[in-house]
């Protein structure tokens, strides 16, 4: 029996541990995701986030008079990051973070029809029809020359392009799907800052008058934004952002 013992420990090294099911559940299934959560690209490796984006643009503005409405505030580092009056700062999560405990949704549909915000930084639920909601939303209630920010519209790997959150990543969703109405819409400007997770910047031009769906963009996957869609965006890198920011809509 001893010398049995001793064959079995010589050669354990040597069988994959799948053959010997020891292989715990969790590393397998972890193992497998890894092979979707290769990066396609690379995030620009400059010292910016997006707060340092929307600060920039909080600061074209009268401090006494900017509005600002973040859409999905969860720990505040943003919202507490916001150097302007508090009654002109509105945070909405139904969770946790915000001065409007409430979805997104729920606060479009109570706010006073002719209120008007300067900067919108739209961060909340990652489905694509909950994003496109906030944008178009936000469009509406956005004075003629404010601006939206759109945190997450680059996914690197399959598994933060889920079109559902995987427990094990960052997840971005399928929200790059509005960066391509957005892009797509002749009245609207957008760019996107390749850093932080990819950080949308919206402008809309004075014509603007109504969002455009495009419900081919439904059936879409992750492969497809990588092989068609985000050659059509315009990312660029965190100057380029900054410039785009400082300049006022056609
Ligand atoms: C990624 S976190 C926001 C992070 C924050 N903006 C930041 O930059 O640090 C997403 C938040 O969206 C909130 N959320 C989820 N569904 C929402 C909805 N329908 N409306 C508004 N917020 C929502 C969640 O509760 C969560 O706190």
Redesign the pocket.
């Known amino acids: 029996m001893a010398f049995l013992k001793k064959i079995k420990q010589l050669i354990k090294p040597f069988v994959p541990p799948i053959l010997t099911g020891k292989l715990p559940y969790y590393k397998l299934k972890g193992d497998i995701l890894d092979i979707f959560n290769i990066n396609i690209f690379e995030y620009e490796n400059k010292s910016f986030n997006?707060?340092a984006f929307i600060n920039y643009a909080i600061n074209r503005y009268e401090f006494e008079k900017c509005k600002y409405l973040?859409?999905?505030?969860?720990?505040?580092?943003?919202?507490d990051s916001i150097p302007l009056l508090e009654l002109n700062k509105y945070g909405?999560?139904?969770?946790?973070?915000?001065n409007f405990k409430?979805?997104?949704?729920?606060?479009f549909q109570n706010i006073e029809k002719d209120l008007k915000f300067d900067v919108v930084?739209i961060?909340?639920?990652?489905t694509y029809k909950?994003c496109q909601n906030?944008v178009l939303n936000s469009l509406n209630f956005l004075n003629e020359d404010g601006v939206i920010f759109i945190?997450?519209l680059l996914p690197r790997n399959h598994l933060e392009g889920h079109s559902k959150k995987q427990a094990t990543t960052f997840w971005h969703g399928e929200i790059w799907k509005v960066a391509v109405e957005i892009n797509d819409h002749p009245d609207l400007l957008l760019k996107i800052a390749n850093i932080d997770k990819g950080v949308g910047i919206v402008k809309k031009k004075k014509q603007y008058s109504s969002y455009k769906k495009n419900d081919d963009l439904k059936s879409k996957s992750f492969d497809d934004f990588i092989n068609i869609y985000k050659n059509q965006l315009d990312i660029v890198d965190s100057y380029k952002a900054f410039e785009f920011i400082k300049k006022t809509p056609n």
């Open positions: 997006r707060i973040e859409i999905g505030v969860l720990h505040k580092e943003v919202f909405v999560d139904p969770v946790m973070g915000g409430m979805t997104s949704d729920e606060f930084f961060d909340g639920l990652h909950q906030d945190h997450d």
